[in-house]
């Protein structure tokens, strides 16, 4: 059973950080490649990086670069987002999501596989 869960939302100031988690299992980081969207209210889902172990593709929109950093621990099976300097236009949930390392998308739909997400709130 494939599962990815995330962890790390909470509610910070803006200028603030926050460090989101992605356990992942039943996939290889070889095979797949990860994702983190976000969705706010009201909005579509959001891509906002993207990284893929087997050629080191890392992807960043201009809304989040220079200011997100992925990362995978492949010890713990756990891709992160590290998020600096957060404004309120990041409030969102944040999901995390899998797709086949052949495909290098940051297109929701492509994905195969999605966390519960979990709740980032930046106040201003």
């Known amino acids: 059973e494939v599962q990815l869960v995330e962890s790390g939302g909470a509610l910070v100031q803006a200028g603030g950080s926050l460090r989101l988690s992605c356990v992942v299992s039943?996939?290889?980081?070889?095979?797949?490649?990860i994702a983190w969207f976000r969705q706010a209210p009201g909005k579509g889902r959001e891509g906002v990086s993207y990284?893929?172990?087997?050629?080191?593709?890392?992807y960043y929109p201009s809304s989040v670069n220079g200011r997100f950093t992925i990362s995978i621990d492949h010890a713990e099976n756990t891709v992160y987002l590290q998020m600096d300097s957060l404004k309120s236009e990041d409030t969102a949930v944040y999901y995390c999501?899998?797709?086949?390392?052949?495909?290098?998308?940051?297109?929701?739909?492509?994905?195969?596989?999605w966390g519960q997400g979990t709740q980032v709130t930046v106040s201003s």
């Open positions: 990284i893929r172990s087997t050629d080191g593709s890392i």
């Open positions: 999501a899998a797709v086949p390392s052949s495909t290098l998308t940051i297109v929701a739909h492509e994905y195969h596989y």
């Open positions: 039943g996939i290889t980081f070889d095979d797949y490649a």
